[in-house]
């Protein structure tokens, strides 16, 4: 695997692999890579010649009061796993090479970027649309690949993509991982490293009651009683506050209060301790 830190070595990589025909597919990441990054690595091997992880915490999607400078950064570690996997690159640039003296563009995504994270993170989104347009435009993957556990991400990216004639190839070239879970139901991910032992046995409670709500929703109660219901259910499970527990389309991400023929999710970020946890699942038809 080649460890890439500036541009000018990766576009060489990059170029060389092109001129022998070959495809690239491409995974995002902020690293402190676990069993969800390492299954969209997989999934990206499945679909291209070549496979470009990168790695780089991305400062713009951090709030002022966010875990920027707590945010794990285990490279070394993650650079076994990578190599494990058969990645071919990593790219792992610098704040400096990613954002350099005067940098002064941002991408704003409408629409599906305003509520949900986006309202609880203002900015968090411009953030993570201004790096991904900038690190398609370094790598010009074939595919590349996102995981579903950051659902409106995926959708934010999606849009972005479309509006902006990105030049990935295939209509389908933004691909959806399902989400990779623990035994006991909650979803992987980077941030779960904070919660203590009592935290983490109880943020189980996320995707039980998720789970639960659903099950209500499908067999007809009222949507806004099972989303109250809910939010109590995580209060009481030892979260501390829930920034949102709702029902959407999975497409648009307009809010919703009844079920209908199209696909719709159960979105939530809820904290626990010092950590805000997000998850989301399909309910009814979208299932
Ligand atoms: N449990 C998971 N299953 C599938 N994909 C995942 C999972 N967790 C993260 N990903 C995906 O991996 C990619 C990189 O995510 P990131 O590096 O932010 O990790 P993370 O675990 O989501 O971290 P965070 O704690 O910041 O949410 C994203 O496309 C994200 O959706
Ligand atoms: C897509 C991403 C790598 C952009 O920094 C990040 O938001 C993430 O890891 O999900
Ligand atoms: N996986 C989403 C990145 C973030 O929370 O900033």
């Given at each position: 695997?080649?460890?890439?830190?500036?541009?000018?070595?990766?576009?060489?990589?990059?170029?060389?692999?092109?001129?022998?025909?070959?495809?690239?597919?491409?995974?995002?990441?902020?690293?402190?890579?676990?069993e969800?990054?390492?299954?969209l690595?997989?999934?990206?091997?499945?679909?291209?010649?070549?496979?470009?992880?990168s790695i780089?915490?991305?400062?713009?999607?951090?709030g002022?009061?966010?875990?920027?400078d707590?945010?794990?950064?285990?490279?070394?570690?993650?650079?076994r796993?990578?190599?494990?996997?058969?990645?071919?690159a990593?790219?792992?640039?610098?704040?400096?090479?990613?954002?350099?003296?005067?940098?002064?563009?941002?991408?704003?995504?409408?629409?599906?970027s305003?509520?949900f994270?986006?309202?609880?993170?203002?900015?968090?989104?411009?953030?993570?649309?201004?790096?991904?347009?900038?690190?398609?435009n370094?790598?010009?993957?074939d595919v590349?690949?996102?995981?579903?556990?950051?659902?409106?991400q995926?959708?934010?990216?999606?849009?972005?993509?479309?509006?902006?004639?990105?030049?990935?190839?295939?209509?389908?070239?933004?691909?959806?991982?399902?989400?990779?879970?623990?035994?006991?139901?909650?979803?992987l991910?980077?941030?779960?490293?904070?919660l203590?032992?009592?935290?983490?046995?109880?943020?189980?409670?996320?995707?039980?009651?998720?789970?639960?709500?659903?099950?209500?929703?499908e067999?007809?109660?009222?949507?806004?009683?099972?989303?109250?219901?809910?939010?109590?259910?995580?209060?009481?499970?030892?979260?501390?506050?829930?920034?949102?527990?709702?029902?959407?389309?999975?497409?648009?991400?307009?809010?919703?209060?009844?079920?209908?023929?199209?696909?719709?999710?159960?979105?939530?970020a809820?904290?626990?301790?010092?950590?805000?946890?997000?998850?989301?699942?399909?309910?009814?038809?979208g299932r």
């Open positions: 695997m080649q460890s890439l830190h500036r541009l000018d070595h990766l576009r060489s990589a990059i170029e060389a692999w092109r001129a022998k025909g070959e495809s690239i597919a491409f995974v995002p990441t902020m690293g402190a890579l676990h969800g990054h390492l299954t690595v997989r999934a990206a091997r499945e679909k291209a010649d070549r496979v470009v992880v780089f915490v991305n400062p713009t999607q951090f002022p009061n966010e875990d920027l707590a945010y794990p950064r285990t490279l070394e570690a993650d650079s796993l990578l190599e494990g996997e058969g990645v071919d990593l790219w792992a640039p610098n704040a400096e090479e990613m954002y350099p003296d005067g940098f002064a563009t941002s991408i704003s995504v409408e629409g599906v305003a509520d994270c986006g309202a609880s993170r203002p900015g968090h989104f411009a953030g993570v649309a201004t790096v991904v347009c900038k690190l398609f370094q790598v010009r993957p590349a690949l996102f995981g579903e556990k950051d659902w409106q995926l959708a934010v990216i999606r849009r972005m993509a479309r509006d902006l004639d990105l030049s990935l190839p295939y209509a389908d070239a933004i691909l959806g991982v399902p989400t990779v879970r623990e035994a006991d139901g909650l979803a991910s980077s941030r779960n490293r904070y203590d032992e009592t935290a983490r046995a109880q943020a189980a409670v996320l995707p039980t009651a998720m789970r639960q709500a659903i099950a209500r929703i067999a007809g109660a009222p949507v806004g009683a099972a989303l109250r219901d809910l939010e109590h259910r995580l209060i009481e499970g030892g979260f501390s506050k829930v920034d949102y527990a709702a029902l959407a389309d999975a497409a648009s991400l307009d809010r919703i209060d009844t079920l209908g023929s199209r696909p719709a999710r159960l979105l939530v809820a904290h626990i301790q010092a950590t805000r946890l997000i998850d989301n699942m399909a309910v009814g038809s």
